[in-house]
């Protein structure tokens, strides 16, 4: 009896192993993510989307991307499709992004456009330097000797008969000084920290011009969020960790404002633009259409279904992006920035995200 119990049950956990779990394939060739394949009626709320702003988005930022020769086909398709949802379901089949650990959901954070206030010149009122890419900084390329630093962002400068790595943050103003050029002069530094953080942002200027800067090379250091020392240390519990509440924690606290800042090596150079906000691509990104992502596992210039919520009032966003953009903090496989635009809704939006949330990812058929 208890034989055929065990049987029964080996059966039963065997049926809903092949029957309920996800499926997972590789497409080495797009991504290095753990993907299933999906149904269209999967996608909660995809036929409801605006998939029109969705195709516009798509073919301004398909012609631009790296992997332009996966996208060729459908993108030149996409400029003679006249319906977007059957465009898009005729030419990509979606996959869901699955985590190592067998995770549907990961972590949706979102980013904005900031305005700062400057001068073209130094002043006791505008005293912090956006800085253009200094001339001494070598962007290096190892990954035809070494492949295994092909993902790896090195950045360095030759001292000598040595190539070293480049300043971080607490020392850049002083060793690289006589290679910066500052395109102008800020009056908040915490603003300067979290543009550099933002990737692109806007500066108004005395005489009320507004230039638009954009991004231009980092150093090569490593990012670290400063949010989790103000977490470990108790000063801000981890569920209101927001950049509101770490802005306002260095702005009561501003004898430690150095201290905190210069815990991120990571620095980011600058150029000024004539575009508005532009992405990795160097396209202008488009406010709530646009994502940033981690490149091994989303490719740029894909179309990209998300789920998540809206950080202040909870509601669904289920809609079709394109991934656009990247970042220094964001990696791993699901896991997104959801470009929310300027202004003091986007600024509020960006600094409270922080949704759990599904992404799938739109492969064109012609490389299934």
């Not at 900031?114 to 390329?141: F, H, V």
């Not at 009561?252 to 815990?263: A, G, H, V, Y």
């Amino acid at each position: 009896m208890k034989y055929f119990v065990a049987l029964a049950v080996y059966f039963t956990a065997t049926l809903y192993y092949t029957c309920c779990q996800k499926q997972i394939i590789k497409l080495p060739e797009i991504s290095k993510a753990n993907l299933s394949k999906v149904s269209w009626s999967d996608l909660k709320g995809f036929s409801s989307d605006d998939l029109k702003l969705s195709l516009e988005v798509f073919q301004k930022d398909c012609q631009k991307a790296k992997r332009y020769k996966t996208l060729k086909t459908v993108c030149q398709k996409s400029f003679d499709a006249t319906n977007p949802e059957l465009f898009f379901k005729t030419n990509f089949t979606p996959y869901q992004l699955i985590g190592q650990e067998n995770q549907e959901e990961g972590l949706i954070t979102g980013y904005y456009e900031p305005m700062l206030y400057g001068s073209l010149t130094k002043s006791t009122k505008y005293q912090y330097a956006i800085y253009k890419t200094p001339s001494n900084l070598l962007k290096i390329d190892l990954s035809s000797v070494y492949p295994e630093l092909k993902k790896y962002r090195l950045r360095g400068k030759i001292v000598g008969n040595k190539v070293l790595a480049y300043s971080k943050r607490e020392y850049l103003e002083d060793v690289e000084k006589e290679y910066l050029e500052p395109i102008c002069f800020v009056s908040d530094k915490i603003d300067l920290f979290f543009l550099q953080i933002q990737g692109s942002g806007k500066v108004q200027l005395e005489n009320g011009e507004v230039i638009n800067i954009g991004y231009a090379q980092q150093n090569g250091r490593a990012y670290y969020p400063i949010g989790r020392k103000l977490i470990k240390d108790g000063y801000i519990k981890k569920e209101n960790i927001s950049l509101q509440s770490i802005k306002k924690w260095l702005e009561q606290n501003p004898t430690r404002i150095d201290e905190i800042l210069n815990l991120n090596d990571s620095y980011v150079f600058f150029h000024k633009s004539s575009k508005i906000a532009t992405g990795s691509l160097g396209v202008e990104l488009v406010a709530n259409r646009n994502l940033a992502v981690d490149r091994n596992f989303i490719p740029l210039g894909y179309p990209v279904f998300i789920n998540t919520t809206n950080p202040i009032n909870k509601t669904p966003i289920n809609q079709l992006m394109v991934a656009a953009d990247t970042g220094g903090a964001i990696k791993g496989d699901i896991r997104a920035d959801f470009f929310f635009g300027n202004g003091s809704l986007a600024l509020e939006l960006a600094g409270k995200m922080k949704q759990k949330g599904k992404l799938y990812l739109f492969v064109p058929n012609n490389i299934n």
